[in-house]
């Protein structure tokens, strides 16, 4: 299991004052990545007003717990979601929560994972189990090949639309079908981490071919690696529930409302909905959608700032500049990521189009007190939630794909690569 | 945990679908390593205006709500962020129970580990019991106003939790044999899983 700072403090602390210890410290992970600096951290690990005792205080309870910890300077520090695959953490066939909702990203791998509350994580880390009602299967297929320029994002901005913010309640979905085969494990982990906007308790991709080449070598994941041939749903097997989507169908998405099921194709008007989404985004139904003003980019988050999301954010800047007034960042999703994308000269391509890059961390996928986006910006965003405020008071959010945040930075409006 | 009974309080309507944490409990009220202080943070975005005003049409701002231990939600409440923040702000303002037309299931979770009852009921009955004084019967599974009866579904071992108020944790401690057996036997299957140390 893995805790961050933001929620884990807490169940470490409610763990030591009722005397109790950590089962097995080497099943437990800590990381700092949700109010972390992106920018001078080496001077301040944190711009959150009151910030530091989380940080200071998940430190100290991790180091007193014995379980590994990624501090703020570590050079393997990221979002967790992120960094968990990376090393080889995650692996098929594992159990592996953390109080953290996003924690279904790496059901990708063929794990159950799942996002549980401070108290569950606490219950876990003391007891090795945690009591839970079996939930209901689900199987999403995405039938046939994805349409170019159609990604991951696309596919769970399109299923949201579909069927719902709480299409998945009481489920683990599989994601199945020729697309999701077709995804990299970076799209996997894409397509998964929107499951609980979903509803869902899970996600869960069957491990292939795929899924092992990314693990072979990892840090902590074994070698040889299992076979895990066995990670299948038999043939003719039911579910409970049944999902088929068309792939080609799916178009470039971004939300146009205050949750991520109030989205549409890029190309489209905003529909009809509640009146309080309507108002606070300040969109009225029958307006299209491309071409509203924005004054914010922003690239990054535990749904797309792998590698390959800042190479198709890249790919679109290019040789190009964010429109005048523009605020854009790019934030990459861990350390790894940073090194990497600079290794190939992905820094330079965001710096010179106009971009800040940052370092890793959750960043500004929410508004935690300290740094924010100029009170009423409109902001395009690879992140997963178009909530009220969750970017700050004020903040209206869209949520897209990397490619379409990168060419709405370009255009300075909502726009298609 | 204090043990849940009976419950008798008005029902205090928010019959809004997707209320999502962040909305709860917005992370900028997160000023506490602990689970205390956060009520004054619940439902910041709709509760306060532009200083810290009381907004006046809020519905916890409404005299008529005040000391309300129930509160009336649409589908899908607690969705997005599993912050126990969330749970931990409305247990604090009084609630100590949730009717709504579904909810987010880490929310749910929170909810039961926390002594706040959940409980789903279809969207007509929500509707009916907002704004009345309503008894909640955990033993019986029922809540009803004046002459209006549903029973409610909750898992054997919740309900037993939240009547009798149990540690959680202890209780699984009881079964402490029973998980290291299985683990040994996990670990002879498949000792890939574990790590020997932390490192």
Known sequence: MFLHERTGAAALKAMAAAGRKVMDPARVFAVMDHIV???????????????????????????????????????????????????????????????????????????????????????????????????????????????????????????????????????????????????????????????????????????????????????????????????????????????????????????????????????????????????????????????????????????????????????????????????????????????????????????????????????????????????????????????????????????????TVAASAIAGVIAAA | MTPFTTLTSIVAPLLRDNVDTDTIIPSREMKTTGRTGLADGLFAPWRYQQGRVPHPEFVLNQPRYAGAQILAAGANFGCGSSREHAVWALAEWGFRAIIAESFAPIFRNNCIRNGLLPIALPRDAVATLADEVATIDLSGQTVSANDFVRTFEIETEAKAMLLEGLDVIDLTLKHADVIAAWTARDRQARPWVYLETAA
């Open chain 1, 37 to 403: 600096a992106t920018r001078d951290r080496a001077n301040h690990p944190t711009e959150v007003p009151g910030g530091e005792a989380f940080i200071t205080e998940t430190r100290e309870a991790a180091r007193a717990a014995g379980i590994t910890l990624f501090d703020v300077d570590d050079p393997d520090q990221g979002i967790t979601h992120v960094i968990s695959p990376e090393l080889g953490i995650v692996l098929p066939g594992l159990t592996l929560i953390a109080p953290d909702s996003h924690t279904c990203t790496q059901g990708a791998f063929g794990a159950f994972a799942w996002g549980v509350g401070s108290s569950e994580a606490e219950h876990a880390m003391v007891t090795g189990a945690l009591r839970m009602q079996r939930p209901k299967a689900m199987r999403v297929t995405f039938d046939g090949a994805l349409a170019a320029g159609v990604t991951a994002k696309d596919m769970a901005l399109h299923l949201l639309a579909a069927h719902g913010a709480a299409g998945g309640q009481g489920f683990v979905v599989e994601f199945a079908g020729e697309a999701v085969r077709a995804l990299d494990m970076e799209g996997r982990m894409t397509l998964c981490n929107m499951a609980t906007e979903f509803a869902a308790v899970g996600a869960i991709v069957a491990p292939d071919a795929v899924t092992r080449s990314y693990l072979q070598g990892r840090r902590y994941a074994p070698d040889p690696l299992p076979a895990w041939s066995d990670l299948v749903t038999d043939d003719g097997a039911s579910f409970d529930a049944e999902i088929i989507i068309d792939a080609n169908a799916i178009r470039p998405m971004v939300s146009w409302g205050t949750s991520p099921e109030h989205s549409i194709a890029v190309d489209d008007a905003v529909p009809a909905g509640p009146d309080h989404a309507h108002d606070y985004i300040g969109l009225t139904p029958g307006a299209s959608i491309a071409g509203i003003p924005i004054d914010a980019a922003f690239l990054g988050s535990c749904t797309n700032a792998r590698l390959s999301d800042l190479r198709a954010a890249a790919a679109v800047l290019r040789g190009k500049h964010v429109a005048p007034g523009v605020t854009a960042l790019a934030v990459p999703g861990s350390r790894a990521v940073k090194r990497a994308a600079e290794a190939e000269g992905l820094d330079t391509v965001f710096i010179d189009a106009g971009f800040e890059w940052r370092d890793s961390g959750c960043s500004l996928c929410f508004y935690a007190g300290g740094e924010g986006f100029t009170p009423g910006s409109r902001v395009i965003s690879s992140t997963n939630r178009n909530f009220q405020g969750r970017q700050g008071p004020s903040i209206r959010t869209h949520i897209a794909s990397p490619a």
